[in-house]
């Protein structure tokens, strides 16, 4: 099991205020939320331009001026972008290069858009299946 050295930290009492709310909201320990809060804010400051978005138990990074998410960029650029959106280039790099560094986390996102009609059917029966045609 890999552990961490002991840290400390004193808030400041605004800050501690807010914490201490935020943790009673979420249900989550305020070490924990630092935690959270500190590294999206170190990726962040690595990877200028990325931003992160959704709910805690769902959080994802994406690209900001883009409206799309990393996993996104990735999906529409990975089979050689014949069918990608329009996305700058430099937004490309950045969601490579976090890719590259965070790639779990990425493909975590990647595996439910790659999940077959019938593992769909299985997990949601209540949907309907549609397929989307052409118009001519």
């Not at 690209?63 to 990608?84: K, L, N, Q």
Request: glycine share 6%; aromatic share 10%; hydrophobic share 40%.
């Amino acid at each position: 099991m890999v552990t961490t050295q002991p840290m400390s930290f004193r808030p400041s009492p605004r800050f501690n205020a807010r914490l201490t709310a935020l943790a009673k909201r979420t249900g989550r320990s305020k070490a924990f939320l630092l935690e959270s809060l500190a590294d999206e804010a170190e990726r962040c400051r690595r990877y200028p331009g990325l931003a992160f978005r959704g709910p805690d138990e769902r959080r994802r990074a994406w690209i900001t001026g883009t409206g799309m998410d990393v996993w996104e960029v990735i999906w529409a650029t990975r089979d050689g972008g014949a069918t990608a959106p329009a996305v700058p280039a430099a937004a490309t790099r950045l969601a490579a290069a976090y890719y590259r560094e965070f790639p779990d986390e990425v493909n975590a996102f990647l595996d439910e858009m790659d999940r077959s009609p019938e593992q769909l059917e299985a997990d949601y029966p209540f949907a309907q299946h549609v397929v989307m045609r052409p118009t001519e």
